[in-house]
């Protein structure tokens, strides 16, 4: 371009990184140059058909997968303080233990259908909120105080409701992260037992609860309306059942 | 902006850093692997690239203060993609732009007959550039970075990132318009 404007002030107008006056300036330019009108017509040109390619590549869904079962197999691990002669040893050990539990994490999942993998991801989140400090992000046990506080800081409203009647005290909700995005998790108290009821939009069609157990947890998983639910908790099976029926009501 | 290069980085983030990097980084994984992708031109290479740049931000994270997730997380994925082009030795990726290295493959009769689909089209095209152009592209118009987000993710000055951009896109309307590239190279 021979305009001896120079063609970074066309590039920053078009990408709306000028400033009002600079911008207002470059317009008043731009009426009598026909070049530069040119040039920028040929910029929107090749923005609209960049963004009618959909060049835009997402992450395949292994590895998000990968990745989370990488994240969650290297949970907090007691490191000796270095003491020079252990220090190695201990790392060793560290690196060992991560490689075993990764190894079984892996092999213990691998095949398990789609939503066994999300109950165990639904486990390891329940598992990391009894940390101490993290249970809930916001702690109340008034429905109409824990709905409002999700509102935009996820893409979907998720129900939030208290069954204290029937024995399901609601204490608080937390944003957690299952299967690579970001959900609700809503905490509600059984007697002395806490149980996580993770919630997250779905586009499959409503499906039948599913339970299971692993490490001494129980979950029972179903969709309903758009929703996916995953509930988990160490209560028996018979009391996660009535909460997962007090859900579906 | 923190960077990454600095610090030692810790293996084991405990339970409550883990969940703020969770909730932090994780969803910019789609941006991390949009990068990874065209700068290294191959879906397999991306994804092995992609997570081992998030394992190194995972590493790195206690030494992250706040600021903008996604510019830091993309300067560490960009630093990970070069070492490895640098490692694998894509002498197309790291010379400067030359026309001759990088006529692009839709000379073949095959790849001309496909050349109508736009997608396939602006694909090569982008792909053609060398990386310096490709990644200001990607990041202005698919990641929908501001030039002050490019300028740390790429670390060079905002200035030399106007410039670029406007070098890049010439290169590519070049690409664009004369797929051939034969005539093309002449008139830079």
Redesign the interface.
Known sequence: MSCERGDSVLHAYFDNELDAQGAAEFERHLEHCAECAEALGNLKSLRSSLNAARLYQKAPASLRQKLLVELHSTKPIQVVPARKPWRWLAIAAAILLVAITGWQVISSRRGGDQETVLAAEAIDAHLRSLQPGHLTDVISTDQHTVKPWFDGKLDFAPPVRDFAEQGFQLQGGRLDVVHGRTIAALVYGRRKHLVSAFVWPTIEPDAAPRAGSEQGYQWIIWRKAGMEFCVVSDVAPADLGQLQRLFSE | MSNPVQGKGS??????E??R???LV??H??A???LA??LLRS?AD??DI??EA??RS?RFFPGFHGGDVRAWLLQIVRNTCYTWMEKNRRENDMTEFDEELHAPPSTSPESLAIAGD??Q???HA?ESLPPRYREV?VL???EGC??KEIAAITSIPI?TV??T??RA?RH??LA?AHPSRKEAHHEL
């Open positions: 293996d084991v983030l405990d339970s409550q883990q969940v990097f969770e909730t994780l969803p994984l789609d991390v692997y949009n992708r065209w879906g991306a994804e992609a997570q998030m394992l995972y736009d997608r089209r602006l694909t982008l592209i202005r118009e698919l501001s030039y200035g106007m410039s951009l406007s896109r590519l309307q664009l």
